[in-house]
């Protein structure tokens, strides 16, 4: 039996990495920020699914708050699974931001960076005495940093500098067995950036004449994915970038 630490697991794309994990036999440890009535559902969703399940308050941009935050998740392995580590950590807690590279305040840059960069990065770093040796990492990047549009500059930014994270950790953290990989979501339809995939028709349909499959993504789309890169067969796949996108701007 495994279990994940999945970021940011009460809606959107976090939550179906969760749910998608459970369905393979794992258990989780989801994290949210502000929507605890949220989180409380997922847990209640894996639980009925016969796997176990852990709801823990993070504010990922609070990176003074990493410490305390390790101690609960240190408690919660002894109280809840009589274990002192984890298997997996995927690293999916964030937020949007839609402006003009001339546009972009300093305040928004920072929370991007907060959030998606520096967050990650020293998440990471404050969790690995409690990830198992032989374990596995997922970031979540995105397609805009393979291709770009108007508007994401700064987010775009942050996840190039964390698929160049994956590939360091990949590279460090081999010594204790563990595999890093990046999964890059094209256009998914959640209310991530205010929900504009999802509820501008004319924004769906455009993302959707430009992807191979003809349409936009859904959440399960990534979480299937994801589980499907945790399992026993994707165990050699290392320091890699896995575009989840449908096959847009090919």
Not at 3 to 32: E, F, M, P, Q, W
Not at 181 to 210: C, H, K, L, M, Y
Request: glycine share 12%.
């Amino acid at each position: 039996m495994s279990i994940a630490l999945v970021t940011g697991a009460s809606r959107g794309l976090g939550k179906s990495i969760a749910l998608h994990l459970a369905d393979a036999g794992n258990d989780v440890i989801i994290t949210y920020n502000s929507k605890q009535a949220e989180a409380a559902e997922v847990v209640a969703k894996v639980t009925a699914a016969g796997r176990k399940a852990v709801a823990l308050r993070l504010d990922a941009g609070d990176h003074k708050g990493f410490p305390a935050f390790a101690d609960r998740v240190k408690t919660a392995l002894a109280q809840t699974w009589q274990r002192n580590d984890f298997d997996f950590l995927v690293n999916n807690a964030g937020v949007g931001v839609n402006a003009p590279f001339a546009e972009t305040t300093e305040e928004q840059f920072d929370l991007l960076m907060n959030i998606h960069f520096k967050g990650v990065f020293f998440l990471t770093q404050r969790l690995l005495p409690l990830i198992k040796d032989g374990g596995r990492i997922v970031n979540i990047s995105s397609g805009l940093a393979r291709f770009s549009l108007p508007g994401y500059s700064a987010y775009g930014a942050m996840k190039g500098g964390i698929e160049t994270l994956t590939r360091y950790l990949a590279l460090e953290l081999g010594p204790r067995g563990i595999a890093v990989n990046a999964v890059a979501p094209g256009a998914i339809e959640t209310d991530f950036g205010g929900g504009a995939v999802r509820d501008n028709a004319e924004i769906n349909r455009f993302i959707a004449s430009q992807t191979a499959l003809g349409r936009v993504g859904l959440p399960d789309d990534i979480g299937g994915a994801v589980a499907a890169l945790l399992s026993d067969g994707c165990r050699w796949i290392n320091g890699q970038r896995v575009e989840v996108s449908g096959g847009i701007h090919l």
